[in-house]
């Protein structure tokens, strides 16, 4: 009886194909509310520091005397609490995810 089962199983993944994508060649839909990649637009930021203070790892670094604005992304959990606690909305979540990498992944913006 088990021989029959997995003939049926064997069969059925035969001519259905593939279940998964290849992920280099086709990439996957995103959803609209997908978690992904902190976006800022630095000419709204006022360096108030709240998404600093609101990140629970500390992935995000603020400096008002030279205008600096940094975020860690291998250490970014994508939560979004610094995109709800920002005052000028100037932080965004977009659905694209940071590119993988084997060394630092820290983006540095500055307004100067």
């Known amino acids: 009886m088990a021989i029959l089962n997995m003939s049926k199983t064997l069969f059925k993944s035969l001519f259905h194909g593939p279940y998964t994508t290849l992920y280099?060649?086709?990439?996957?839909?995103?959803?609209?509310?997908t978690r992904?990649?902190?976006?800022i637009d630095m000419?709204?930021?006022i360096y108030c520091g709240m998404?600093?203070?609101r990140?629970?790892?500390?992935?995000?670094?603020?400096?008002?005397?030279s205008t600096a604005w940094g975020i860690d992304?291998?250490?970014?959990i994508?939560?979004?609490y610094c995109t709800e606690v920002c005052p000028k909305?100037?932080?965004?979540?977009?659905n694209n995810y940071t590119v993988p990498s084997y060394g630092e992944s820290k983006d540095k913006f500055s307004n100067a």
């Open 55 to 65: 990140c629970p790892t500390g992935a995000i670094q603020v400096d008002k005397a």
């Open 73 to 76: 992304r291998l250490k970014c």
């Open 78 to 80: 994508q939560c979004g």
């Open 36 to 39: 992904g990649k902190i976006d």
């Open 43 to 45: 000419p709204q930021c």
């Open 51 to 53: 998404c600093q203070r």
């Open 89 to 94: 909305k100037c932080l965004d979540m977009n």
């Open 24 to 33: 280099p060649i086709k990439t996957k839909e995103k959803f609209e509310r």
